[in-house]
């Protein structure tokens, strides 16, 4: 099963970036999704996968009985994941922003800046 | 005062200034004051923490009294109080200028609330000690950055909004997989932790470190407007009106080679064989495709923008020679810079408030008009390209000067030529706006005495940046010997270790 999760993480990132590489403004949003869900997947699985056990010390002792998982990663994934969902929630709303104001879901016509 | 809460109150005071300011959503003179009030505050208590580090050394604090491996540290040094400083000055600027610059609709749907967090979030950069906090304080930061490109919502501030909204997402992606990374080869997050493990040498894992360094270098380096990954920056920093990109032109930027050159003196130090080649060569490049960008533009804004990528490959430079001299002047380029490119685009501001356009072929004659903004705009102008006495010439002495004694005589050569070609393209605003002779004038619009005062406001914050530049320039030694000590103490971590570790 752990073997796996390195080649979904490694799908996910690459199915991301090609999705924000695409012209249509609604997978640009799918891309910035599925690449933040990569990256947290990865925070979770690099800081090592323990099975069963969790970081809380009983009544009786004074550490935590071995193996535990280690609480860091998963309490960075919470921050990460919390992060993420606020940037994703703006870009959500910016992309909708811009299909009304602009009446286009192409990327390639968001140029009009750059013409002088 | 408690050493420990004037670390604190640079993030304290916009933070609470904020919320305040959310609390009177609808009085907007309430607003007002109560962000002048935090400017203020925010500015005096980066001066005392400045002056605190200056006299006792590293400041670290722990939050909640969690010792300092496990505990969310702060941390000032002479470059982050110095940074933090810096930007108060800026902020203090950009805020006079939105008072009679910038339109009421972005004043009331959340300016002033959205610039305090930016300012928090700035703080938060350069105070903290954790690499991960690291992250999400460039979060709040840059969250704040989306919002304020994208407040008023016209055409092209969206079309900026979602490129720079896209690349800096990417960015941070790539950020934290690289504290992911660090995490698992080291267990630990605290920079002074890590600065001491990679400095004992027999670590495991030490081999691997580089692995962690790329994903920081291309995630900062994307941040930071490094050569191949600046596209963003001249598609957005355009698009706002200039009390947004002011600040966050000016600032944002500097920002990232701040954490650029934290990171690479505290942690990655053992991995700079790979790292500093790399550095200089991007560095170079960043410098001449910065420069070339600018010859081409027809915008104010946008010559502007492209300098600001050519300017950070003079602060990358300094970082690439890695000598005390080249720190010293990557850190006196920094400051120098933020005030120079705050000011340059706040007198766009000033001539498109006067004239309605930033297109320098519908602008001209303003020498005639307005010989005072003139002179402001020449002395900027001239102290970009690096013109002696004025500040950024002592910075370019610096960079050079540790290039030519480090033999690395391209770089060298590269970053006095690009010099050159800056100055020329200062030459062609100068032209284009203030000596030509305007082809058809416009009609006479009367003026009521409103706007002749409004615009008569719009120099003070000009006139109050640019007597700083003045000072930097003329006044350089102590700036200098400030930036030498701040140096020192980047390349003797052994300090930074003992302050955060006792």
């Not at chain 1, 979904?8 to 991301?16: N, Q, R, S, T």
């Not at chain 1, 002792?61 to 280690?70: L, M, S």
């Not at chain 2, 910038?102 to 350069?126: E, H, T």
């Amino acid at each position: 099963m752990e073997i796996l999760l390195p080649f979904m993480i490694g799908i996910l990132f690459a199915v991301g970036l090609y999705f924000m590489l695409h012209r249509h403004l609604f997978k640009l949003i799918l891309g910035l999704i599925l690449f933040g869900l990569a990256t947290n997947l990865f925070l979770f699985v690099v800081g090592g996968i323990t099975r069963s056990s969790i970081a809380i010390i009983p009544e009786t002792e004074e550490v935590a009985t071995e193996p535990y998982a280690d609480p860091v990663p998963q309490a960075l994934l919470l921050t990460a994941i919390v992060i993420g969902f606020g940037i994703q929630a703006f870009a959500i709303v910016l992309v909708r922003r811009v299909y009304q104001t602009l009446k286009s879901n192409n990327l390639d016509e968001l140029n009009s800046t750059d013409k002088t | 005062m408690h050493p420990n809460l004037l670390l604190l109150l640079p993030l304290l005071i916009p933070l609470y200034g904020a919320i305040a300011c959310l609390l009177c959503w609808r009085w907007i003179k309430l607003q007002t004051a109560v962000t002048a009030a935090s400017q203020l505050a925010w500015t005096a208590a980066a001066g005392m923490l400045l002056y605190h580090v200056l006299g006792q050394g590293v400041l670290a604090t722990q939050i909640g009294n969690w010792p300092a491996p496990f505990g969310i540290t702060l941390v000032a040094d002479i470059f982050g109080a110095l940074m933090v400083l810096t930007g108060t000055v800026t902020g203090l600027a950009v805020f006079l200028f939105s008072l009679p610059g910038l339109d009421r609709a972005r004043k009331r749907y959340g300016y002033y609330p959205l610039l305090l967090f930016l300012q928090m979030g700035v703080s938060g950069v350069c105070l903290t000690g954790d690499i991960f906090n690291l992250y999400v304080w460039f979060e709040v930061l840059l969250i704040c950055c989306f919002a304020l490109l994208s407040l008023g919502s016209t055409r092209g501030q969206l079309e900026g909004a979602i490129k720079y909204v896209t690349i800096n997402f990417l960015a941070s992606g790539l950020l934290l997989t690289g504290v992911g990374v660090l995490y698992s080869l080291f267990g630990a997050l605290n920079l002074a932790a890590l600065a001491q493990m990679v400095q004992e040498a027999n670590h495991p894992n030490l081999s691997l470190l580089p692995i962690a360094g790329v994903f920081f270098i291309v995630g900062f380096g994307i941040k930071a407007a490094v050569f191949p990954m600046f596209f963003w920056l001249p598609a957005s920093y355009h698009t706002p009106p200039i009390a947004v990109s002011a600040f966050i032109g000016g600032l944002i930027t500097k920002v990232g080679i701040y954490t650029l050159v934290r990171l690479f003196t505290t942690v990655f130090v053992v991995s700079l064989s790979f790292a500093l080649p790399l550095f200089l060569v991007l560095a170079g490049l960043t410098m001449v495709i910065g420069v070339i960008g600018a010859a081409a533009q027809i915008d104010f804004r946008k010559i502007l923008s492209f300098h600001i990528i050519s300017q950070i490959g003079y602060m990358l430079m300094g970082l690439a020679l890695y000598t005390p001299l080249a720190l010293a002047g990557t850190i006196f380029f920094t400051l120098h810079n933020v005030l120079v490119k705050t000011n340059l685009f706040l007198i766009s501001g000033v001539v498109a408030q006067a004239e309605g356009t930033f297109a320098l072929k519908k602008l001209g004659g303003l020498y005639l008009r307005r010989p005072f903004l003139a002179l402001l705009f020449f002395l900027s102008a001239l102290s970009l390209a690096g013109i002696p006495p004025l500040s950024g010439f002592w910075g370019k002495l610096m960079l050079a000067k540790a290039g030519f004694a480090s033999g690395n005589y391209l770089i060298a050569g590269t970053s006095l030529a690009v010099s050159l070609v800056t100055l020329f393209s200062m030459t062609k605003i100068w032209n284009e706006v203030f000596w030509k002779k305007k082809k058809k004038p416009a009609p006479p619009v009367k003026k009521t005495s409103t706007d002749v005062l409004r615009q008569r406001l719009l120099y003070l914050p000009v006139i109050f940046l640019m007597l700083f530049i003045l000072l930097m320039g003329l006044y350089a030694a102590p700036v200098l010997m400030l930036a030498e000590t701040a140096a020192a103490q980047l390349l003797h971590s052994e300090t930074y270790i003992k302050a955060v570790l006792k």
